[in-house]
Structures are given as C-alpha cells and as structure tokens.
C-alpha cells in the first residue's frame, strides 16, 4: 500500500506539470499543439487516389462541406465588410480567373500572428495590413472561403512542412496546386495551360523531372525576386514525400462552432471539434516514399497513449485499492427483545 501511495503521488506531480506544460503551449507555443494535434487526431490511408476524386465524389466519401445557405450569407458579408473585394461583388470569372485575381489581393507573402485572428472575418481583412499577416495555414483557410462565396471549390493540403491549397478547376477537370501564402501555382511543362495537382507535383519531385512554377502575386512576395527552388519549401524531395489533406472545407461552419466555445482557447476548441466531428481530420497518404516525418507522428502518439495509460492507471491504483481495502462498516448492535408482560 506504502508503494501505491508513492505512485499516487508522482503521478499527480507529473499530472499537473503536463497541465502546466500544455498551459504554457497554449499561450506561447503553436508547434507544440499543433504536433500534439496531429499525433492524436492523424488518420492514415494508403489510396492516394483520394486526392484525384472530384469534390462530388469527395464529399460521397466524408468529405465536410459548407451549406449552401451559409456560403449565401458570407458572400454578402464579404461582398459588404472585405475591402478588396469590393469591385467584385457581380464579377463573374471561371475558376482559375478566381484565383489569379484573389491571391493577390489578401496575400501580401504573410508575417506575424499565426492562427491569432478573432474570427474568420477578422482573418480575412487583417491579412492584407502592413507587409501582410498571418501564416500558411490562414492563407488556406481564407483562399477557401473567398472562393466558395465565388462558387469555386478548394481543400487545404500540405506537404512536410507547409500548408496550401488545391483547387478544382472544371476546365480541366482536374486539381490545381495553389500556394497563396507565396502565390505560386505549378505548371504542367508537356500541356501547355495545365496546372498540375499536389501528387502530380509530388511524382515530379519523385522523378527528379523539372517543375515549372507560376507566380501569381506580386511585388510584396518572396518568389517575386528569386525562384521558388531557392526555398527549402520547393527544393527538396523529401518536402514532397509527405502528402496530407484536411478533410474537409467546412471552414464557414469551423467559425461558427468556434464562436460557440469563444470562452475556450483555441486549442481545446478544435480538440472538441476533433472528437465531436465538427472539425475536420488530416489524412495522411502513406505509401513506399513516407519517410520518418510520418514515422515521427506515429511514434509520438505511441508514447503520449502510453504516458495517459500509465497516468491513469497510477492516479487510480491507490484510492482504488483503499477503497477495496477499507473495513466494511460495523452493523449496529441489536436490540434485545422486549420481555412479555
């Protein structure tokens, strides 16, 4: 009994250090939830061909989508509170038009305030201020949401380090690699006009065959003055190996459930819409080119499911067993018959 009452109390030190440690991260370190994330919540599949579907088919697979009546509602709010996107209220362009003309306007090549804005709206007027804000993955999120307000369909994809986006274009029936924190596309060099998709940049990267990239921003971007293979982001194979998706695009509906938790911070936020399926998952593409990155997230859900076990089991154990240990309480004693008159 002597031992579980010192386990007991090791593992209530080490409970509330790993509360204090994911309090710390919280307030101070992104990469650590975002990790954390990943390892918990990461699902993988070895069908790559998932990432050619069409969204129809998409969707047939578990594909979260927005309402049409919510992608409605925010065309309006756009069309009244983005300032860029003013003189576009009755534009009416084809997909790729879209895409070349939005990026431009909210993406200024990002900075500082990673995943800090208030809200969805808030996220799409902030990016364009000053030298330009946010991080890869607000730029994803806001390109998805200014093109489904334009009738356009888009997804969140990444690679080992960086997130972007893919774009269903109908005039080639096809996805189309979009980068709108650096705003560049890829082009395919044998058809002239075709975009090429994340895998059928990955299969380039793969083969060693040159990419032909496109830059659709301007003069504020980083690729404006250099080639994108100057960048550890598009010079490495390895970056390539990795294909991720984020399975889903709800991000209209994301916002709302968000605004219905605003008292939590963010993290737990999208640790409940994790587990109630409100937010969608990342799908990780395995195949014989994975390398240790993914190796990484499986063996780090591996360690954190054994920490919570051994926490658990460590914390329960002695009021366990002195709640089994304890003497049954004492009947009371019977009173004696009263005697006949």
């Not at 003309?101 to 000053?130: I, W, Y």
């Not at 030298?131 to 969140?156: M, P």
């Not at 709108?180 to 006009?193: L, S, T, V």
């Not at 390398?291 to 329960?316: D, S």
């Amino acid at each position: 009994m002597r031992t579980l009452r010192w386990i007991f109390l090791l593992c209530l030190v080490v409970d509330l250090a790993v509360l204090v440690r994911i309090g710390w991260a919280m307030g101070f370190q992104r990469g650590f939830l975002v990790h954390t994330r990943e390892a918990l919540f990461l699902e993988t599949s070895e069908d790559l061909s998932l990432l050619e579907l069409p969204p129809e088919e998409l969707v047939a697979q578990g594909f979260l989508i927005d309402r049409d009546e919510d992608i409605e509602a925010w065309k309006a709010r756009i069309d009244a509170e983005v300032p860029y996107m003013a003189d576009l209220v009755d534009a009416e362009l084809d997909a790729l038009t879209w895409v070349r003309t939005l990026v431009p306007r909210f993406s200024k090549n990002g900075g500082a305030l990673c995943g800090e804005a208030r809200d969805l709206m808030h996220q799409l007027q902030r990016l364009p201020r000053g030298g330009g804000q946010g991080c890869c993955s607000d730029h994803a999120q806001a390109l998805i949401a200014l093109l489904a307000t334009r009738g356009v369909f888009a997804r969140q994809v990444h690679h080992a380090r960086h997130t972007f986006n893919e774009v269903w274009l109908p005039e080639q029936q096809g996805w189309a690699f979009v980068d709108p924190h650096y705003a560049i596309m890829a082009r395919d060099p044998e058809r002239a006009g075709r975009h090429l998709s994340l895998l059928e940049l990955r299969a380039a990267f793969l083969a060693g065959s040159p990419v032909v990239y496109e830059f659709i921003g301007t003069p504020a971007h980083r690729f404006h003055h250099r080639h994108p293979s100057t960048s550890r982001l598009y010079d490495d194979v390895h970056e390539f190996r990795d294909v991720r998706m984020t399975f889903g695009n709800n991000v209209l509906a994301e916002d709302r459930f968000d605004a219905q938790l605003a008292g939590l911070p963010k993290a737990m936020r999208q640790g409940i819409g994790l587990v109630t399926g409100r937010v969608p998952r990342v799908k990780s593409f395995v195949d014989d080119q994975v390398t240790l990155y993914f190796e990484a997230y499986a063996r780090r859900r591996n360690q954190l499911v054994l920490l919570v076990a051994v926490l658990v089991i460590g914390t329960l154990a002695y009021p366990v067993a002195r709640l089994a240990g304890a003497p049954a309480p004492a009947a009371p004693p019977r009173q004696p018959d009263p005697e006949p008159a």
